[in-house]
C-alpha cells in the first residue's frame, strides 16, 4: 500500500526531529523513555534511528511514531508524510488492521506525568484573584482585538503590568520556596525576581468543573526575545475551556481552534469553541474528554495549521471521533484576522 520508496525516505528521516514533534525534550540527543518510568535519560538518538537501553526497545522514525502514538504501521506512516510533506498516493486506512494497544499505556503516561513538579493551583489562583485586567490587557483584548467584554470577563482573564506589586502580594501571602519551585520567581544573583513577563495576560484554564486546572501567561510587549506564551506554575499541557462542556449536549456542535486568542474571537462571535494551545501543543491525554461531541477544527490557514489537523484528525480516530475541518478564507491568515474582518 505505501511504496518503498516513501518508507524508505520515512526511514532516513531524522529521529530526533521526530520525537520533539512528538513531543519529547531532547537535550544532547537524549530523552526520557515514555514506555517505561524513566529517572535518567534512556532513550538515545543517533540520526535516523533511536534506542532505549532499559526497553531494549528501538527502530526508526515510523516505529518511533508507532510506539508513541500506538498507531498502526500505515498510520504512523501516513502521520510522518504529512509532517514532513512528503508525496503519499492516498491509502485506504479502512482496512488497515489495527496493532493491539500497548498494556499499561495509561499508567505509563501517568507516571510519566508524575515525574514532574505539581501544579500549584493555590498560587495559580492567588495570582488571578489577585490581579485586574489593567490598561495594557484592555487595549489589546478590546481595542486592538475588538473581543466582548462579556466573554473577557466570563473567561477570568487579567493582566499583569507592574512587576513590584504582584511580587510584593504573592511574597506576602506565599513562602519564597514555594513561589521560586512553581517557577512564579527566580533568584538571580541573589536578586527575587517575578518570572511572568512584563506587561502580560493571565490566563486561567478551568476545567469541566470549573476547576482551575492551569495558568498561561501572553506577553504584550515589543521585545521579541520574550517568547508570546508561557505556562505559569508548573502547568501541563490542556485544552483551554473545557469548563464549556458541561453546558452542552452530547452531539453539539464544538469548535477546536488553533490559540487562545483565535479561540476568545470565536466566543466573542457567539460559537461554542475549546481551543489546543498551538499546532504544536497537542494534549493527548485529554483528547478522549471531546468525545461525543460534533467537533469542527478551525486551524490557521499555514502548514503548521494544516499538520496540527491532521495530527489532531488522527489521535481523535482512536477515541471514536471524527475531526470536521472548518476553512477561513484564503486571505486570512488565522481566525481573529477573520473575525477583525466581519468586525469591521
Ligand atoms: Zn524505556
Redesign the pocket.
Do not use: G, Q
Given at each position: 500500500m505505501i511504496s518503498p520508496e516513501t518508507i524508505k525516505k520515512l526511514h532516513e528521516l531524522n529521529c530526533e526531529d521526530v520525537a520533539r514533534r512528538l513531543g519529547l525534550e531532547v537535550n544532547m540527543h537524549q530523552a526520557h523513555?515514555f514506555?517505561?518510568q524513566?529517572k535518567r535519560p534512556?532513550?538515545a538518538f543517533k540520526n535516523n534511528l533511536w534506542k532505549?537501553f532499559?526497553?531494549d526497545?528501538g527502530g526508526d522514525a515510523i516505529s518511533l511514531v508507532e510506539e508513541k502514538c500506538n498507531l498502526s504501521f500505515v498510520e504512523a506512516c501516513t502521520w510522518l508524510c504529512e509532517q514532513y510533506h512528503i508525496y503519499m498516493p492516498s491509502t485506504n486506512l479502512k482496512n488497515t488492521k489495527k496493532r493491539p494497544k500497548l498494556r499499561h499505556r495509561r499508567t505509563l503516561v501517568i507516571d510519566r506525568e508524575g515525574s514532574r513538579p505539581d501544579f500549584d493551583g493555590d498560587v495559580a489562583s492567588a495570582i488571578i484573584n489577585l490581579a485586574d485586567l489593567e490598561a495594557k490587557g484592555k487595549e489589546f483584548l478590546f481595542t486592538e482585538r475588538k473581543l466582548s467584554a462579556q466573554v473577557v470577563e466570563k473567561m477570568k482573564i487579567k493582566s499583569v503590568e507592574d512587576s513590584t506589586k504582584m511580587k510584593e502580594i504573592l511574597m506576602n501571602t506565599f513562602d519564597e520556596e514555594r513561589l521560586i519551585k512553581c517557577k512564579v520567581l527566580k533568584r538571580d544573583n541573589n536578586k527575587i525576581q517575578l518570572t511572568i513577563n512584563i506587561p502580560s495576560l493571565l490566563i486561567p484554564y478551568f476545567d469541566r468543573t470549573g476547576k482551575l486546572v492551569a495558568l498561561q501567561s501572553r506577553y504584550l510587549g515589543t521585545n521579541e526575545n520574550i517568547p508570546r506564551f508561557k505556562m505559569l506554575c508548573n502547568s501541563r499541557k490542556q485544552l483551554y475551556n473545557m469548563v464549556l462542556l458541561a453546558k452542552l449536549q452530547e452531539g453539539n456542535k464544538l469548535y477546536i481552534m488553533e490559540g487562545i486568542t483565535d479561540c476568545l474571537a470565536m466566543l466573542s462571535a457567539g460559537y461554542p469553541a475549546v481551543a489546543i494551545q498551538s499546532a504544536t501543543t497537542i494534549p493527548e491525554t485529554e483528547l478522549d474528554k471531546l468525545s461525543g461531541f460534533d467537533l469542527v477544527m478551525v486551524h490557521d490557514n499555514d502548514k503548521a495549521g494544516v499538520s496540527a489537523f491532521y495530527h489532531l484528525h488522527r489521535s481523535l480516530l482512536r477515541y471514536g471521533c471524527r475531526l470536521k475541518c472548518a476553512t477561513i478564507p484564503a486571505l486570512f491568515k488565522d481566525y481573529s484576522a477573520y473575525y477583525l474582518y466581519l468586525k469591521k
Open positions: 523513555c514506555m517505561h524513566d534512556s532513550l532505549c532499559a526497553c526497545k
